[in-house]
């Protein structure tokens, strides 16, 4: 079956459970899913349900589609994702911002666990994403391209839009909350980075790393939806402090940064036209 038959199959099943169209996308990275709790008039459909969606298998993913209202907003919040680690091609991990776009999404707020590289992070930092670099050895749009999706050869000089991220600065300065801003390189994982490659990552001007993101960014750049990008430090990339790393900790920095995450994905949002 070709993308636009099971975005269809998809569509027909969301539509016929809800009745209205959401004007924001969410989705929340590891430990960062809590926010979705907070969606009033709630409906949450795990990903188990909707034809064609893929199954969240990594600690710290709920697995479920959170539609309603958050800060004056309609949303559609995905409590975890796929990543291309677990074994799904790239048209998998992508697939829900294919479905937010048919829904009518025009603004997507991404968020991840990462492993701050610049020196001036520290684990609990909130960062912008103001670039990334693709380091994941593929690209969701390589094959046929359908111009009723986007464009075959889709700008990505300002994947992460200006204007989102300049809302999101003066949300953060008058809530008082630190927040950084860099350039995210994504990596395939699942193991975490050695120190040789931090290094490496550091020269080329990465400021933090992770194992998803840079998907979605792209296809939602291709089919026109802005983009938002934020990143929670959880901990320092190998080599930096020099101390082992675990998922453990990623999932207990991102519960301690709960409130101040909320806070400012819930002004920002509330700050949207």
């Known amino acids: 079956m070709d993308l636009k038959s099971k975005i269809n199959e998809t569509m027909t099943f969301l539509t016929g459970t809800v009745n209205w169209r959401p004007e924001v996308g969410l989705i929340l990275?590891?430990?960062?899913?809590?926010?979705?709790?907070?969606?009033r008039e709630a409906l949450a459909i795990p990903y188990r349900k909707i034809p064609h969606f893929p199954v969240s298998t990594v600690e710290g993913h709920a697995g479920k589609l959170v539609m309603g209202n958050l800060a004056g907003k309609k949303v559609a919040a995905m409590q975890g994702r796929f990543h291309f680690y677990e074994g799904y091609s790239m048209a998998d991990v992508t697939y829900p911002v294919r479905v937010?776009?048919?829904?009518?999404?025009?603004?997507l707020v991404i968020t991840?666990?990462?492993?701050?590289?610049?020196?001036?992070?520290r684990p609990g930092d909130l960062m912008l994403i103001g670039d990334h670099i693709n380091l994941m050895g593929d690209n969701p749009l390589r094959g046929p391209n359908d111009e009723t999706f986007g464009p075959r050869f889709p700008d990505m000089s300002r994947a992460y839009a200006r204007?989102?991220?300049?809302?999101a600065h003066a949300v953060a300065a008058s809530s008082g909350i630190r927040l950084q801003e860099g350039v995210y390189a994504g990596l395939m994982g699942p193991s975490y980075e050695t120190p040789a490659e931090i290094r490496y990552l550091r020269a080329v001007g990465a400021?933090?790393?992770?194992?998803?993101t840079v998907p979605e960014v792209i296809v939602a750049n291709h089919c026109g939806?802005?983009?938002?990008?934020i990143s929670c430090i959880t901990n320092m990339a190998a080599g930096i402090l020099h101390q082992n790393l675990s998922h453990d900790e990623v999932m207990a920095v991102a519960e301690q940064v709960r409130t101040k995450f909320s806070e400012l994905v819930k002004g920002i949002l509330a700050a949207l036209d």
């Open 29 to 39: 990275g590891s430990g960062l899913g809590a926010l979705a709790e907070e969606v």
């Open 100 to 107: 937010m776009r048919e829904m009518g999404v025009k603004t």
């Open 112 to 121: 991840n666990a990462a492993g701050g590289i610049n020196p001036f992070f």
């Open 163 to 167: 204007d989102l991220r300049d809302k």
């Open 207 to 212: 400021d933090a790393v992770g194992m998803s």
């Open 225 to 229: 939806i802005q983009v938002l990008g």
